[in-house]
């Protein structure tokens, strides 16, 4: 196991530094720059702000002196809000998206894990297709036209949940659903698949032959092996619930990383936009090598090899 993560992280560097070099020159071929927006701004202003800023410097060698500052931990200063770096306002943000994320998260897993079972139970029945319906509809509403509805219904008709903010634990149930909705119905599908393969097994009909309670065959026999496809979906779900926040957080208003790589790139603040690419990219491949740990420590033969 040692040895896999040791590979895993040796494998991440190169993936990260790609990430690295085709955010910096996407960015920076885009048109536009961070100073055209400035207003009544005379030539030398701007030329004493790109100096500043090292704009004024051949393109590869802002690039790789960008480089030796994020090998160093440093992603800058913010062109568009002085006063702060990079660094400090991720620091800022990026826990209001993580907290987004994992609340995302648990909806998706207890929505996506009790449908899933409830259908699998119950297989071919009006329960079962009206949970999976249920669950297909959700993989086909998208969050920009989930969250809206949410909001129209449950703000704005009821008046039970606020509009936008972060504030109270009000403001997360909206933003929490609206994220995690989509990643509920896969689990849903996954769990259902697994458990009538897992059910259907040899070691399942000699538990049940045993006098062993359909709970006890259920959560303790079947549902180990039953939940191995929604373990190894964990790690892409998880980071695309983390890193994909960006329509949610504009949709509710919630002061996230995302809301702000939104914001940075409309104003084409480059150290930013690749702070924030960086951050994210990071996230996944972490999301990924611990979604592979927990298959292997679940599925003994995912050991072996």
Not at 84 to 106: C, D, H, K, M, N
Not at 120 to 134: E, K, Q
Not at 265 to 292: C, P
Request: charged share 15%; proline share 6%; glycine share 10%.
């Amino acid at each position: 196991m040692i040895g896999f993560v040791l590979r895993r992280f040796l494998e991440s560097i190169p993936v990260l530094l790609t990430v690295i070099t085709v955010a910096f020159f996407l960015v920076r071929l885009a048109p536009g720059g961070p100073f055209d927006t400035e207003k009544r701004a005379s030539p030398q202003v701007l030329k004493q702000l790109q100096a500043q800023y090292r704009l004024d410097q051949p393109l590869y060698r802002q690039y790789f002196d960008y480089l030796g500052g994020v090998l160093h931990g440093d992603f800058g200063p913010s062109f568009r809000k002085p006063g702060r770096t990079v660094s400090e306002w991720i620091a800022l943000r990026f826990p209001v998206s993580l907290e987004l994320g994992a609340y995302a998260l648990l909806v998706a897993l207890a929505a996506g894990m009790a449908a899933g079972l409830v259908a699998a139970l119950r297989p071919n029945s009006a329960l079962d297709h009206g949970t999976m319906s249920l669950a297909m509809l959700g993989i086909c509403l998208p969050g920009f036209v989930l969250g809206p509805l949410l909001v129209l219904v449950f703000a704005l008709w009821l008046g039970w949940l606020p509009v936008a903010g972060w504030s109270t634990p009000l403001h997360k149930i909206l933003p929490s659903i609206t994220l995690g909705a989509a990643y509920a119905a896969y689990i849903a599908r996954l769990t259902r698949g697994g458990m009538l393969e897992v059910l259907a097994q040899d070691f399942i009909r000699t538990a049940r032959a045993k006098g062993l309670s359909e709970t006890r065959v259920v959560l303790r026999h079947a549902l180990r092996g039953g939940v191995q496809p929604v373990v190894a979906f964990l790690g892409p779900a998880a980071a695309g619930l983390f890193t994909g926040s960006f329509v949610v957080e504009t949709i509710f208003q919630v002061p996230g990383l995302g809301r702000e790589f939104v914001e940075s790139a409309f104003n084409r603040d480059y150290t930013m936009v690749i702070g924030s690419v960086l951050v994210y990219a990071v996230l996944v491949v972490a999301l990924n090598l611990a979604s592979d740990i927990a298959l292997a420590l679940l599925d003994p033969r995912v050991r072996a090899q």
